[in-house]
């Protein structure tokens, strides 16, 4: 299984971003049975949670996001995705996707970078 993230890119202050992670080699009954997480590791800072979601669909946030963040996911397609609103210079960062309870290998992440 490999995670491939994308998305990310160079906003200014409100600014928005849709980022996307594909589970690759993953198949459709054991990705609808994981429950994903966004991370972010922004520089000189450990990977923190900032997202996830359930194989209920239900949502948690870290509370820097919430209102602004929103995680999906399209089991088909093996992808969750991560909507990012109203980002602030704070948000800026690697983002990653990964498996909560049983990680996977990281992938390399999509850059985030939100400018003042």
């Known amino acids: 299984v490999y995670l491939v993230e994308s998305g990310g890119g160079l906003v200014q202050t409100g600014g928005s971003l849709r980022l996307s992670c594909l589970v690759s080699g993953s198949i459709f009954s054991t990705f609808r049975g994981l429950t994903m997480g966004w991370y972010r590791r922004a520089a000189g800072k450990q990977r923190e949670l900032v997202a996830s979601i359930d194989t209920d669909r239900r949502a948690n946030y870290t509370d820097s996001v919430k209102g602004r963040f929103t995680i999906s996911r399209d089991n088909s397609k093996k992808k969750v995705f991560l909507q990012m609103n109203s980002l602030q210079p704070e948000d800026t960062g690697v983002y990653y996707c990964?498996?909560?309870?049983?990680?996977?290998?990281w992938g390399q992440g999509t850059q985030v970078t939100v400018s003042s």
């Open positions: 990964n498996e909560l309870i049983r990680p996977y290998n």
